[in-house]
């Protein structure tokens, strides 16, 4: 018998309320056995709390292990801290899951991309080590910082998730042949974990060629494991393989039990409030929310109707050269998931 969960749910800004809604709406349809508790972050929290992340929306989350994001405004340049960041870090949320697949019907140069990136979340050059060098401020250095045991949970992490979800290779991209200590040690890292590990094929390729080989033969790569600068880059690079950020899911995870899952695109102010957004992005995290949770029949039934309604220009929103709003695109993906 499947457990029902409980899940925060932040339901964001712009067009976050309506994304939400159309995905409750999939994932019960889907079979998903989730109570959802509403939590405020974001604008809409600073409005109502005066908080962009009130302690009731961290304890929601400490206590449930679980949210559902949608995008939330940052302000740029002044006002608060990305609340995305103070969220992965508060709840050490140090592997970053974006996987990408072509579908069917969403404009895109490639048709035969599956790959999941697996980046590490919290170290390397986004430690938040710089400063000047000297008062004319001419001169600044970052400093990346990559630990012995910040790159064994997130290599772990993707031999878990490859094992788990039955992928047969884990690529490890670094620059090693430069960055010889810190990259060194997360390669060195890898080779010993993958060695426990006989089942998957491994296999390590510095990064300026990894992102050449994505863009010429995507379909080489199953798995890939990487540090913080270069899986942020790389993993929109991935995005933009399968038709752009408006598809693109994600999961952050740590150790402490906390997983989130969010849709990567922001906050879409130019069309909130029209009940024309695509939810598919946020569709697609709760289908990782669901193989998280084992609830693994709901996510593939998910899927199936996300994809069908996307192959068909009257049913994929606008964004994407269809016909249909936000609602009209739900109603499709839920009759695709009952005729399926
Ligand atoms: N994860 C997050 O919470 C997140 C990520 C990125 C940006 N943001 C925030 O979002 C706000 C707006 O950022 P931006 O304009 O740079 O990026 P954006 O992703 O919100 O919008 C870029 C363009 O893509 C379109 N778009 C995005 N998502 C869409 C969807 N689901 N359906 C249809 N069209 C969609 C928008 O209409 C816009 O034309 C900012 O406050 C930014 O800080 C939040």
Known sequence: MTTTRTVTLIEGDGI?????????????AAGGKITWEKADAGAGAVEKHRDPLPQATIDSIKKN???????????SGGGYRSVNVTLRQHFDLYANVRPVETLAGV????????????????????AGVEHYIDPRRTAAESIAIITKFGSERVIVYAFEYARRMGRKKVTLVHKANILKMSNGLFLDTGREIAKRYPEIQFDDMIVDATAMKLVVAPERFDVIVTMNLFGDILSDLTAGLVGGLGVAPAA????GGVAMFEAVHGTAPDIAGKGIANP????????LLLDHIEQRDAATRLRRGIKAALANAETRTGD???????????????????NG
Not at 16 to 21: F, L, N, S
Not at 252 to 255: C, H, K, L, P, T
């Open 16 to 28: 976050g309320p309506e994304i939400a809604a159309a995905t409750v709406r999939a994932i019960e």
């Open 65 to 75: 292990q679980l949210a559902l994001k949608s995008p939330l405004a940052t302000p």
């Open 107 to 126: 404009p895109s140069r490639y048709t035969n991309v599956d790959l999941v990136i697996v980046r590490e979340n919290t170290e390397d050059l986004y």
């Open 252 to 255: 952050n995870i740590g150790d």
């Open 280 to 287: 598919t992005g946020l569709m697609l995290s709760a289908a």
């Open 320 to 338: 994407l050269g269809g016909k249909a709003n936000t609602a009209q695109f739900t109603d499709a993906v839920i009759r695709h998931m009952q």
